[in-house]
């Protein structure tokens, strides 16, 4: 049995809106205790220098290639994710020397598995120079090399969860960040997952373009609006859908080209219920229809969407507070585990995860100077 350690895990999603930090102690396969999380906002020259990137990475050819925006994009999300992480130590009265690994996912900029290429923004050196601890980042690269999707990543924390709890299966962890992406867990163990389709990336797409605001706060301009149904189904018309798994996505794969003829309010309402109908699509890979539905991610802070996800799915919908968990957290909780998973060796994705052959380690481990 493996030394259970703390942990710091970093989470920066699709939505590209901020950094999650967690604090987790695991042996990398149980987690004995869970800390306290926080969150730090990108600011608007933030999330243009990533958009910026995001844009120019769609002509790279090598995963580490860092021209222009990418360089400068690099270097500031890492010292925001170092600065994120001295403010939670400073807010908690931690210090630095109590924790053993950080976890560091970085930001992803371009995910084409199929062309052998995932990018996430993240200088672990510098990192761990700024933290004086231990880093692990590069999560994903090992698996696409070994013919993985290289996403999602967070299953393994999910079974964890699930084995340690006494939620009656099957259940489905639904994580909705900027793409949705689904963990489900049969009654015997067995476990499927994969990346569903867009979860809040259209809409808070849509809120920016029409409102210039970063998100549809509380579903506010959804519940004022009407879902049109010509659209929406234009909308799931996308191949992607008919997809058997394992399957993953890149935040670009989908665009608002259907509702541009509507309203802001219908727009909203529409692009709502698409992510929702998307996901409950996704019961038709599953062997069994989950009993519950553990929502996390910023999508489960969208009233409108778990309400349009309660019409739309068999079983109990609910949060993950609800069951002991933090639907806000979970993902950055996830890559505290996964970090020290790799330290002690132990496998991050799965066949039935993310496609690969076998059990596939990966992460990348950077000591301070």
């Known amino acids: ?69 990418l360089a400068r994009a690099e270097e500031m999300i890492t010292r925001a994710h170092g600065q994120a992480v001295r403010d939670f130590l400073a807010a908690n009265g931690i210090q630095e020397s109590d924790i053993a690994i950080v976890g560091f ?113 509380d579903g506010v301009m959804a519940r004022s609006g009407a879902v049109d149904e010509a659209a929406l189904g234009k909308l799931l018309e996308h191949p992607f859908f008919a997809k058997r798994p394992p399957k993953s996505l890149d935040r670009g794969d989908f665009s608002l080209d259907a509702a541009q003829s509507l309203s802001t309010a219908d727009g909203a309402a529409t692009l709502t219920a698409f992510s929702a109908a998307a996901i409950a699509r996704a019961v038709d890979f599953m062997e069994a229809a989950p009993r519950n539905w553990v929502v996390t991610g910023g999508g489960a802070r969208n009233p409108a969407l778990m309400d349009e996800l309660r019409a739309r799915l068999p079983g109990h919908v609910e949060r993950a507070e609800a069951f002991g968990w933090s639907s806000e957290f979970m993902e950055a909780e996830a890559f505290a585990f996964l970090a020290v998973r790799s330290l002690y060796g132990l496998p991050l994705t799965f066949p039935e995860t993310t496609g690969v052959a076998q059990p596939q380690t990966g992460g990348r481990l950077v000591r301070p100077r």
Not at 38 to 55: F, N, P
């Open 105 to 217: 996912h970085g930001q992803t900029v371009l995910h084409r598995p199929q062309a052998g290429l995932t990018v996430q923004l993240g200088d672990g050196s510098l990192l761990a120079d700024m933290l004086h601890r231990d880093v692990v980042f590069d999560f994903r690269g090992d698996d696409v090399a070994a013919a993985g999707e290289g996403a999602p990543f967070v299953p393994a924390y999910h079974r964890a969860l699930i084995e340690a709890a006494s939620i009656e299966r099957p259940v489905a962890v639904l994580n909705i960040g900027g793409i949705s992406n689904v963990t489900w867990v049969g009654e015997d163990g067995e476990l499927l997952a994969f990346d569903i389709g867009p979860g809040n990336g259209l809409i808070d797409d849509w809120a920016m373009e029409k409102t210039s605001q970063a998100m549809d706060t």
């Open 1 to 69: 049995m493996n030394t259970p350690l703390r942990a710091i895990g970093l989470m920066s999603g699709t939505s590209m809106d901020g950094i999650d930090v967690a604090m987790i102690e695991t042996d990398g396969e149980r987690v004995t205790a869970r800390g306290p999380g926080t969150s730090r906002a990108y600011g608007v020259d933030e999330r243009s220098l990533i958009a910026e990137a995001v844009d120019q990475a769609r002509a790279l050819e090598q995963r580490d290639g860092r021209p222009e925006a």
